[in-house]
C-alpha cells in the first residue's frame, strides 16, 4: 500500500486537492491518502501530525497555483520531505512558466505533472501505476470538469486576461502591495505608461497576438527606439493588405488641434515632443501603404486612457487639475479587465468612436 500525503495553501489549492485524494482513492482505495484538511480529527497536535505524515508517505503531491507558488508552507513540506528522499510530485492547475524559479531545491528537480497538458491522465495513471480502463478515463472526465468549476469559482480575472495579468505580477514593477482584485478586474497601484508596462504589452502582442489597439498622445515610449521588435513584426504582417489577420491601431492627438492647449502644463515643449514622435512614427513607418491606415490623429479631449491587448483592456482615467489640464500618467495605476465584459464593451465602443473620427496621419 501507497502512502501518499498532499500538500496545499490557500483556499483554491485546498479545493484542488479534496479532489484530487477522491480522484486517486477512487481509482484505487488501497491507496491511503492523507490531506491535513480532511484527515486531522480535533483535539490533534496539527504540525505534530502532518510531519509524522510526511514521514511515513512514500509520495509527497504538492497542488500549485498562481495563489500559493511563493508559499513557505510548500516549500518548507516539499523540503522536509526531500530531505527524507521521498518522491516529491508538483501538480500543477494553472498555466504558469516560472512556477518554480523562486525555488532552488527541491522543486527544480522535481518532475512535474500539468493538468493543462494533453498527456495529464497518462502521466497520472503511470505515475501511481493506475489500471487504464473506461472506468478511469471516465473519472478523469469528471475530475477535469470538478476542477473547472473551482477554477471559475477562483478566477479573479476574467480567464482572458489571466496570462496578461500574470505576466505584470511576475515583474516586482507592478506588484508591490498589486494587484488588488474586484468584479474580475485587476487594479495595479502604480506602473501605468512606464516602460516596463509597454514592454509587456509588446510581448504578450508579439507572435501570438491579434489585437493591438493604443489611444495615445505623444506615444513616445513605442517610438523612442525600443521596440524595433515589433515594427519589424508589423512591417512581415504588411505584406499582405488585411495585415495577416493582426489588428494594429495607434492613435496620436493632432497637433494642429484645440486640445494640444489643455493637453500639458508646458504646452510648448509638449506640442515639441508630439510633433518629434510623429516625425519618428512617419520615418519608421515609411512608404508602407498598409501600415499607414494603422495609424490616426483625433482631436477630442482625452478622458479615458484605453489600450486594448487582444481580449484585455489596460485601462486608466486621467487627472486633472484646476486649470483643466492632466496630470502626468507615467507610473500612475491603470486596471485590467476583460474586453468581453461590460466595461470592456464600453472601451471598445469609445474608442471605435474616436477611430472613426479621427484623420489619417499619413
Excluded at 504540525?47 to 505524515?53: A, C, F, L, S
Excluded at 470538469?145 to 482572458?160: A, G, L, P, S, T
Aim: glycine fraction near 4%; include cysteine.
Amino acid at each position: 500500500m501507497s502512502n501518499i500525503f498532499i500538500s496545499w495553501s490557500k483556499s483554491k489549492s485546498r479545493d484542488f486537492a479534496i479532489e484530487v485524494k477522491n480522484l486517486l482513492e477512487s481509482l484505487n482505495p488501497h491507496l491511503n491518502v492523507f490531506m491535513s484538511e480532511e484527515n486531522i480529527s480535533a483535539g490533534e497536535r496539527v504540525q505534530e501530525k502532518i510531519i509524522q505524515k510526511i514521514i511515513e508517505c512514500d509520495i509527497l503531491l504538492l497542488c500549485f497555483t498562481r495563489e500559493n507558488k511563493k508559499s513557505p508552507w510548500l516549500l518548507y513540506e516539499a523540503g522536509f520531505a526531500s530531505g527524507l528522499n521521498k518522491i516529491v510530485i508538483p501538480i500543477l492547475f494553472d498555466n504558469d512558466p516560472n512556477w518554480h524559479s523562486w525555488i532552488d531545491n527541491p522543486m527544480n528537480i522535481a518532475r512535474e505533472i500539468n493538468i493543462n497538458r494533453e498527456n495529464f491522465e497518462t502521466s497520472f495513471i503511470k505515475c501511481f501505476d493506475l489500471h487504464d480502463s473506461e472506468y478511469t478515463r471516465n473519472a478523469f472526465s469528471s475530475f477535469s470538469k470538478k476542477i473547472e468549476i473551482i477554477k471559475e469559482k477562483h478566477r479573479q480575472v476574467d480567464m482572458q486576461c489571466e496570462d496578461f495579468v500574470d505576466l505584470l505580477i511576475s515583474n516586482n514593477a507592478f506588484c508591490k502591495k498589486s494587484p488588488i482584485y474586484r468584479n474580475k478586474t485587476a487594479y495595479f497601484l502604480t506602473g501605468f505608461e512606464t516602460f516596463d508596462l509597454w514592454k509587456s504589452i509588446v510581448q504578450s502582442f508579439l507572435y501570438t497576438g491579434k489585437y493591438l489597439w493604443i489611444y495615445g498622445r505623444k506615444n513616445m515610449k513605442l517610438f523612442g527606439g525600443n521596440f524595433e521588435e515589433l515594427f519589424e513584426y508589423l512591417e512581415e504582417k504588411s505584406a499582405n493588405e488585411d495585415m495577416s489577420g493582426i489588428d494594429f491601431r495607434c492613435l496620436f492627438l493632432n497637433p494642429t488641434s484645440d486640445e494640444v492647449k489643455y493637453a500639458h502644463k508646458q504646452q510648448d515643449i509638449f506640442l515639441q515632443e508630439l510633433d518629434a514622435t510623429i516625425k519618428r512614427a512617419k520615418h519608421q513607418i515609411g512608404n508602407n501603404h498598409t501600415l499607414q491606415k494603422c495609424f490616426r490623429m483625433y482631436s477630442n479631449k482625452r478622458d479615458e486612457v484605453i489600450i486594448r491587448l487582444d481580449n484585455c483592456i489596460i485601462y486608466s482615467k486621467p487627472h486633472f487639475d484646476e486649470n483643466g489640464q492632466p496630470k502626468i500618467m507615467t507610473d500612475a495605476k491603470f486596471e485590467v479587465f476583460s474586453a468581453s465584459s461590460q466595461r470592456g464593451k464600453e472601451c471598445l465602443e469609445k474608442y471605435n468612436a474616436v477611430w472613426e473620427s479621427a484623420i489619417d496621419l499619413f
